[in-house]
Structures are given as C-alpha cells and as structure tokens.
C-alpha cells in the first residue's frame, strides 16, 4: 500500500508541476513534399518566434499609409514560365547528349551502321542543344533584367506601406515584454524552442523541394499551453508562393 500511494502522490505531483507550467516546450517538425512525392526534412530553415500576427501588423500599417496598390507581378511571372521551360529544355538536351554518348562508347566497331547511326543523332543533339542553350540564356538575361526591376519597385513599395519607424513602433505595441525569438531547422528539419504560455506565430518561407519558382511561406498560430508540444510545418499549413 505504501508503494501504491508514493505512485499516487508522485503522479499528482508530476501532473500538478505541468498544470501550473508557465512555458512551453516547442519542438518544431519541418518538412516538403519533393518532385517525387516524397516528404523529405527541410533544412537551414530560419523562423521568427511572435508573439503577434504579422499580416496583421502589415495590414495595419497600410491601412495608414494608404500606398497604393502593389507592383504587378504579371509579367515575372510570366517570364519565369518561359525561363522553366527553356532551361529545362537545355537540361534535358544535355542529358540526351550523355546516353548517346554512352551508347555509342559500348559500340566496338566504329565502322557499323550502329555507330554511324549513334554518331549523327549525337551531332543533332550537340545543334539542338547550341541552339537551346541560346534561347536558355536569351530569355535567362530577359528574366533577370524584369525581375531585378521588379525587386525594386516592390522594395519601394514596402518601404511607403511599411515605413521602419511606424513598423518599430507597431511591433512594440504588440511584443512588450515578451520575447522575440529566432531558430533554425537541423539537417532532420527540427528546431526547440521555450516560449511563455499563450499565443504565438511562427513565421518563416523555404524553397519547395526541387523547385527554384516556389516556396513555403508560414505565418502559422500555435496556442502554447505548457509542457512539451509538437509543431507541424508542411506544405499543408503553409502557403505556396511564387520566388522572384
């Protein structure tokens, strides 16, 4: 009986320390899907700990400001279809290139029609990839050029919708004198962090496995309530943004 009830004591006791915690434990999982469909850990991924909603906060500031509507992405986005499929093209003329090449070192006699054979699809190849190259680095100088001019006009943008010192003292308002935190994943896409019981947001954006047009953006609420919580980041809770 004596056993039984230190067990008893000790479980109340235990259960008492997590019902009057004033922190909580996050351990944050993330991970993507890649071009295979394979959930795979997201990694170096850097996430501010809030403890306040900043879309909010933007809306707030623009609300202000009044700075007009935001440069149009349009043509980028365009062009960055363009840029894809031209390049991707080149690429895989490139990889066209190494099986001939392959094929034809297997073949011993280099007088076969086999060979000839293998020889004029190379030589095709090697015009056909000149000839996407040219069009890759056309349309490659064409993208960086809008989406440079893109850049800094959304930067201006921002900077009349968002002005630093408004932001600063906004951001004041809502922290106090709770915490502003940053973590960042490991090779398995896990962070830890401590935070005080109540409502918090984790923010943070990571390419989508595979992709150089897409990423994840998150601005996630979490309700911190004491002791260990697990937190998910995947493509499922994030939204899916387009990288200029």
């Known amino acids: 009986m004596g056993v039984a009830r230190s067990s008893l004591v000790l479980t109340l006791f235990l259960g008492a320390l997590v019902a009057c915690s004033t922190e909580t434990q996050l ?83 280099r007088t076969s029609d086999e060979y000839r054979e293998a020889f004029e699809a190379y030589q095709a190849l090697v015009a056909r990839e000149k000839q996407r190259f040219e069009s890759c680095q056309t349309i490659t100088d064409r993208y960086t050029g809008v989406r440079d001019e893109y850049r800094e006009t959304r930067r201006a943008w921002e900077e009349r919708a968002w002005p630093e010192d408004a932001f600063a003292v906004a951001e004041n308002e809502r922290v106090g004198e709770m915490p502003l935190q940053v973590v960042e994943t490991d090779p398995d896409g896990q962070a830890t962090v401590t935070v005080p019981n109540g409502s918090w947001w984790i923010l943070g954006d990571s390419p989508v496995p595979g992709s150089i047009s897409q990423r994840y953006r998150w601005n996630l609420r979490v309700e911190a309530e004491g002791g260990e919580q697990a937190v998910q980041l995947t493509g499922e809770n994030a939204s899916l943004e387009p990288v200029y």
Do not use: F, K, W
């Open 27 to 109: 351990t944050i999982d993330a991970h993507g899907e890649n071009a295979e469909g394979e959930m795979v850990p997201l990694s170096n991924v850097s996430l501010d700990i809030l403890p306040y909603d900043i879309d909010e906060l933007y809306a707030e500031l623009e609300g202000q400001s009044q700075p007009g509507e935001p440069p149009s992405a349009d043509a980028i986005r365009q062009l960055s279809q363009q840029y894809q499929d031209a390049c991707s093209s080149y690429r895989a003329t490139s990889d066209s290139i190494e099986g001939v090449q392959a094929r034809a070192s297997a073949i011993s006699d």
